[in-house]
């Protein structure tokens, strides 16, 4: 919703962002910047759902963050002042805000309260990436792909996933990941009758799937 985003509509500062912000749309599978380019200013997402996505050495894509309405794209290396790490693909239809350097940094005089926001959302990035890198430290690939059904279902339940886009988050391949969904299935885990459809029949089983072995 456009309300919940992270700087296109804060309230004490509405006006001047209605000036300085440009409205983006986007479609599916549209590239919203690439790894490598220099950042101009920051993304904030109004609605739909875009992934950060990096590529390998060896060529293999995959996806470090999933994120809709609210987040906020590209703050990192704007302000390291370095060219963006990875790139941002829209997953779904998207609309997203963007304001220029030279605009946020007025804004972040004249209302520091901004910062202070952004800050706080950075921190929270930090953690949320730092859990991911974690869990999945001693994670074999089955273990992960479990853990990635369970994490797209709870977090983006409309949205229905390729397995490529699996093993990209998951960390493997498709056929892996292709493989792994054929003996879940074979387990009564999970039904993938309706095609593209993923659906988790016994929760609490593919959680423990989830976890490493040992665990």
């Given at each position: 919703?456009?309300?919940?985003?992270?700087?296109?509509?804060?309230?004490?500062?509405?006006?001047?962002?209605?000036?300085?912000?440009?409205?983006?749309?986007?479609?599916?599978?549209?590239?919203?910047f690439?790894?490598?380019?220099d950042?101009?200013?920051?993304?904030?997402?109004?609605?739909?759902?875009?992934?950060?996505?990096?590529?390998?050495?060896?060529?293999?894509?995959?996806?470090?963050?999933?994120?809709?309405p609210?987040?906020?794209?590209?703050?990192?290396?704007?302000?390291?002042?370095?060219?963006?790490?990875?790139?941002?693909?829209?997953?779904?239809?998207?609309?997203?805000?963007?304001?220029?350097?030279?605009d946020?940094?007025?804004?972040?005089?004249?209302?520091?309260?901004?910062?202070?926001?952004?800050?706080?959302?950075?921190?929270?990035?930090?953690?949320?990436?730092?859990?991911?890198?974690?869990?999945?430290?001693?994670?074999?690939?089955?273990?992960?792909?479990?853990?990635?059904?369970?994490?797209?279902?709870?977090?983006?339940?409309?949205?229905?996933?390729?397995?490529?886009?699996?093993?990209?988050?998951?960390?493997t391949?498709?056929?892996?990941?292709?493989?792994?969904?054929?003996?879940?299935?074979?387990?009564?885990?999970?039904?993938q009758?309706?095609?593209?459809?993923?659906?988790?029949?016994?929760?609490?089983?593919?959680?423990?799937?989830?976890?490493?072995?040992?665990?």
């Amino acid at each position: 919703m456009k309300d919940e985003s992270l700087l296109c509509s804060f309230p004490d500062a509405i006006d001047v962002i209605q000036k300085a912000k440009v409205t983006c749309r986007f479609k599916s599978g549209q590239v919203i910047f690439y790894a490598d380019n220099d950042p101009l200013g920051i993304f904030t997402i109004q609605s739909g759902l875009v992934k950060l996505e990096v590529t390998s050495p060896s060529g293999a894509a995959h996806t470090l963050r999933l994120m809709g309405p609210g987040a906020a794209l590209g703050y990192r290396s704007l302000f390291a002042n370095e060219p963006y790490h990875a790139s941002a693909i829209a997953v779904e239809d998207c609309e997203l805000c963007f304001i220029s350097k030279a605009d946020i940094m007025n804004l972040f005089t004249t209302h520091p309260e901004m910062a202070l926001k952004l800050l706080h959302h950075i921190s929270k990035d930090l953690r949320i990436a730092e859990e991911k890198w974690m869990g999945q430290m001693d994670k074999g690939a089955a273990e992960r792909i479990a853990e990635a059904l369970l994490f797209l279902q709870d977090h983006f339940t409309h949205q229905n996933w390729t397995r490529r886009e699996i093993a990209q988050w998951a960390g493997t391949t498709p056929e892996t990941v292709i493989r792994t969904l054929a003996q879940f299935e074979k387990e009564g885990l999970i039904d993938q009758t309706d095609g593209r459809s993923i659906r988790i029949l016994e929760k609490e089983k593919l959680k423990i799937r989830a976890s490493p072995p040992g665990v």
